[in-house]
């Protein structure tokens, strides 16, 4: 079976169209504005609603919480899953190569002579280096990405879009990173990922039989 990078881009055509707008218009205000204008402006907008629920949005770009769908999906259909976590775990090393490439200052060390101006939520632990890009955007947007491709009705791709852009913006809310990290990690996350799908989903193993079958399914089918 033959995928190329166009019929990926097909597939999540909804997604990637309305990726594409927000990110011109997240380039348009990295251009007109400068790093430290939009890290206060979006620090400077906290409040304790929003103390409590975004580290719990962050969460939703950890690895775990892919593993997790990834077994859960395994239940189902093994490609899928295998899809999914596959595609995380090459997103991951790219990022995690990038970090250590870039070795950038967060926010915590950059602004370390400025510390009183910066609002932080009690009780969460602020990293101070390996800024860019932001790995938990890496995860949500490669999701994402394979969520948009895997579902049969592609309208899912626009939640799928929106949850992974507060990912990013918790991020940036709990000063574990700066816009521009969640830009790349967003960029990384798609691009990579809609790269990967057209090479591993173009395999003839993927489409067989057993891999088109989960675990309860071949449970009842030994029964």
Known sequence: MNIGIKDVLYRIRPFFILYLLILCTCLIIKFLYSRETIYFAVNGLNSSWADAIMP????????????????????????????????????????????????????????????????????????????????????????????????????????????????????????????????????IGVIVTVFWLSWLDSKQFIHSEKWNRGLIKTSQGNN
């Not at 919480?65 to 995380?88: H, P, Q």
């Not at 491709?149 to 574990?176: D, E, F, T």
Request: hydrophobic fraction near 50%.
């Open 56 to 187: 719990y949005i962050t969460d939703i770009g950890e690895g775990l919480t892919v593993i997790i769908l990834s077994a859960i999906i395994a239940l189902f259909n093994y490609r899928k899953a295998f899809l999914l976590v596959t595609s995380y775990a090459v997103t991951s090393i790219v990022a995690q190569v990038l970090k250590y490439i870039f070795d950038a200052p967060r926010p915590k060390l950059y602004f370390s002579h400025e510390l009183s101006r910066i609002h932080f939520v009690k009780g969460l632990q602020v990293w101070s280096v390996h800024s860019f890009p932001s790995g938990h955007s890496v995860t949500a947007f490669s999701a994402a990405v394979i969520i948009t491709y895997l579902c049969r009705h592609k309208g899912w791709g626009i939640p799928a879009l929106l949850i992974a852009i507060l990912v990013g913006y918790s991020r940036m809310y709990l000063s574990q990173h700066f816009f521009e990290d969640v830009m790349a990690g967003s960029v």
